[in-house]
């Protein structure tokens, strides 16, 4: 459990640093432009979400965690949004270690559940 959320926390963070790099002007453009239509993207979506972060970061940033592609995409909006890197740290480990904490107690269930032929967990 504490590995997989080391391992989750550095790749929230170098997103989150990948996130610094572009503001929204940047992604606007990138929106407006054919690959960016190709990926579903728009200047008014990417405007509609960066004016969420601001007002939902912290629980968007924990609750994310729970969700399987939102889960390592919510690092972005975080830096591009300059969101505290601390009270990011800390939501991103208190959502995945709730989550990994949550996958191992379901674990032993499943083992009961299987045939005895199965294979283990």
Sequence with gaps: ??????????SAVTLYWVGTFFDQDRLSRFAASKVGRRFGLSPEKITKTENYFNSHGRPATFFGRFIPVVRSLISLPAGMSRFSLARFSFYTILGH???????????????????????GI
């Design 1 to 10: 459990m504490i590995a997989s959320t080391i391992g989750a926390f550095i």
């Design 97 to 119: 270690g709730n989550l990994e904490h949550g996958l191992d107690l379901r674990r032993p269930l499943c083992r009961q559940c299987l045939p005895a032929s199965g294979p």
